[in-house]
């Protein structure tokens, strides 16, 4: 198993069936070096990776059973987080429609039930549980908003169904969850700002003032940041927390001290264009430098009246929204399966702006699924505790059409995925990336081992 210590190792309902999705295969994810576990699973992840190569593998007449694989979509279709819900269902249903292509996983259908959860905590373990005793689901994935997935995953480790989310908090891999709960498609908070924080201090300043959410997301980014500025000689000034589903915001900005030189902003939800269309209004052209995480502009077009003042400003993007001039094949193949422009919108509509910084998450977990089932052999609820130890040993995740963000390497203790980090700066009306982090800028000690606990 694989251990990070001092920032390096050293240990309604949808239904998607459906040409070829070569790079969805499990020659993507590699297994970690360790002793055999429950049903070889480590052995079956090698031969995974090498028949599922093969094309046309297993074809559904072919499988044991032709019952679909049920998987319990659990979707933010509304509240303050529908935006990322509408293009996670998108991303979703482009990936499964890929599998279903190739052949499903064992051979057999992917079928997504998706359940809205209203980016409510107490609906969301409600959705759970629904996938589990009423929907016959084998696993449940996808949740976003850290509230959701706090409030979720209790339930989860109760009903001993594998909760796999795509999320970006630190909760996962902070040891507060079970070990029913994994985050293997996308990076978290703090080693987001872990591997970020050297290049804001050295290139931007090092008094920092903090715009963030108040709940669990953003206390993440307050937390971990602070501490990572302090890392770096710099120091966190003023820390203001606004209410997730504030519609206004001219309040807060004069709590911003006149000595502040970085401005560091990361908002959710619908009033993100409100937010920084005032911010703009309220500095003009005299601002202080401003590093934003994405969030704030998510689904936005940067093009927007009003949001000329963050020309020159910087932002973190979990994955380039624009095709960059060194884009890879791997990129194009995605962008065009989900139906995302150059410019990161939608095909269909260039003001249908995505979530692009975060969506692709989606794409690699359901990839990540796939190899795991096949590796242990998956062939219903009874393998669930088979299908947690697969992916508990998957390490190197190379980049491909499986994994088009970018090469990863998952911590199977802490059930985290480490990967890149990218920050953009705001040319005129494009998002040119200036800055990609390497892997181990983001590693951190362990705080859990989940594989000590009982399945």
Not at 113 to 142: L, M, N, S, Y
């Amino acid at each position: 198993m694989t251990t990070f210590k001092d920032r390096r190792p050293a240990g309604g309902k949808a239904n998607t069936t459906g040409a070829d999705t070569t790079g969805l295969k499990g020659a993507d994810t590699k297994p970690a070096k360790s002793g055999p576990s429950r049903r070889g699973v480590l052995a079956g992840l090698g031969a995974a990776g090498a028949l599922t190569a093969m094309p046309g593998f297993v074809r559904y007449s072919q499988a044991q059973s032709a019952e679909p694989i049920k998987i319990g979509f659990q979707v933010h279709r509304t509240g303050i987080g529908a935006a990322y819900g509408r293009w996670y269902d998108r991303t979703t249903m482009a990936a499964t429609k890929l599998i279903n292509d190739a052949g499903g996983i064992n051979g057999r259908p992917v079928e997504i039930i998706a359940e809205d959860d209203g980016t409510d905590p107490k609906r969301g373990a409600e959705v759970v549980e629904k996938f589990a005793t009423q929907h016959g689901c084998d696993i449940a994935f996808g949740t976003l908003f850290s509230h959701v997935v706090i409030g979720s995953a209790p339930r989860a480790g109760e009903l001993k169904i594998p909760y796999f989310v795509v999320s970006e908090g630190h909760h996962v891999a902070s040891g507060m969850l079970n070990r029913y709960t994994l985050q293997p498609g996308i990076t978290d908070v703090k080693s987001q700002v872990i591997a970020m924080a050297p290049w804001v201090s050295d290139n931007l300043g090092k008094k920092v003032t903090m715009i963030f959410p108040d709940f669990a997301f953003g206390h993440n980014h307050r937390d971990f940041f602070t501490e990572a500025m302090a890392a770096q000689g710099g120091e966190v000034i003023e820390q203001i927390a606004i209410p997730p589903t504030e519609s206004s915001f001219f309040k807060y900005f004069p709590k911003i001290p006149s000595e502040t030189e970085v401005l560091y902003h990361v908002m959710v939800g619908p009033g993100v264009l409100t937010f920084v269309k005032e911010m703009g209004e309220f500095y003009g052209s005299n601002r202080p430098e401003i590093f934003g995480f994405i969030d704030s502009l998510e689904a936005v077009d940067i093009t927007s009246p009003g949001l000329e003042f963050l020309d020159g400003t910087y932002l973190w993007e979990g994955n380039p929204r624009q095709a960059q001039a060194d884009q890879s094949e791997h990129d194009k193949f995605y962008r065009e399966a989900v139906g995302v422009d150059a410019r990161g919108a939608s095909v269909d509509d260039p003001k249908d702006v995505s979530t692009y910084a975060h969506m692709f998450g989606c794409w690699e977990t359901l990839n990540i699924v796939k190899v795991g089932m096949e590796a242990c052999g998956y062939s219903g609820t009874k393998d669930r505790g088979a299908l947690i130890e697969a992916v508990e040993a998957m390490k190197d995740m190379p980049e491909s059409r499986a994994h088009p963000q970018g090469a990863k390497v998952f911590n199977g203790k802490t059930h985290q995925v480490f990967g890149h980090q990218f920050i953009s700066q705001v040319q005129g009306a494009d998002l040119v990336k200036v800055h990609t982090t390497p892997i181990e800028a983001g590693y951190y000690e362990d705080e859990v081992d989940y594989t000590t606990q009982p399945l």
